[in-house]
């Protein structure tokens, strides 16, 4: 990645930090976007800490016009971008029939319109300057089976699978690879705080899990790392599932805890 030019979106916090530490570290000059500049500026001192380059924009992704702000100050700063991964994200858990419109919205609107903003906004850029570029969309897995409990977000994540196929092939002549990566539960302070905020709501998420423990977030960072990398230069419009098996845990393996009850020991 030396040298290339990287833009994360939520990229002070959680999975977009540890992506941002991984990309520095193999040589990718780091954009972080996200609202709060006190969330970017303490990842991006820590980047430059370390021997990287880090550039903090204060973003609000659901605004075409900040988006534009940001391709244009990383383009200024650094120069054209050549990876992107669209991260930042909101979620809560709330009843369908509860959830107010302006949630709804809100939701969508980071994950599923910044999303389409950015890509708009870089890919423009990416297909003017004609030297391709990489694209990354962080996914869930219940962007394909749903999630009772997180209506917004999953159809949001649908959305962006939808787009992730869409511009895969529709961008794939400019020399831009569109993917995704669909981590399980990871343990960030955000997603715990708004996903499995008792013990006991982690302990059922953690046992759906095979592996039968939370991912850490410099795993999903590896696979993005793989992903905008030339490892991966025939891989487009593909999702790398990261998640301990979690998914395949949901009605595959309905007989598991029978089958554990006559396992020997
Ligand atoms: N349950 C029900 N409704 C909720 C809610 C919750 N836990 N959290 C927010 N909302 C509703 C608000 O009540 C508001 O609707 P209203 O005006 O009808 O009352 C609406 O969502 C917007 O909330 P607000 O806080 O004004 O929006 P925001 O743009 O500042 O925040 C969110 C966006 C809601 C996504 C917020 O949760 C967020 O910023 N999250 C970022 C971090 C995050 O979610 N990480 C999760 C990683 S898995």
Known sequence: MGGQVAIITGGGTGLGKAMALEFSRLGARVVLASRKLENLE????????????????????????????????????????????????????????????????????IVLHGTFYCCRAVGRQMIERGQGGKILNVIATYAWNGNPGTIHSAAAKAGVLSLTRTLAVEWAPYGIRTNAVAPGPVDTEGAASQLWASPEASRVVRSQVPLNRFGRPEEIAWAAAYLVSDYAAYVNGE???????????????????ALEQVRPG
């Open 42 to 109: 303490p990842t991006a001192r820590e980047i430059r800490d370390r021997g990287g380059e880090a550039l903090a924009v204060p973003t609000d992704v659901r605004d075409p016009a900040q988006v534009d702000n940001l391709v244009a100050r990383t383009a200024a700063e650094f120069g054209p971008v050549d990876i992107l991964v669209n991260n930042a994200a909101g979620n809560f858990i709330c009843p369908a029939e509860n959830l107010s419109v302006n949630g709804w919205n809100a939701v969508l609107g």
């Open 239 to 257: 999702v790398l599932t990261v998640d301990g098996g979690a998914w395949l845990n949901k009605g595959m393996f309905v007989y598991r805890q």
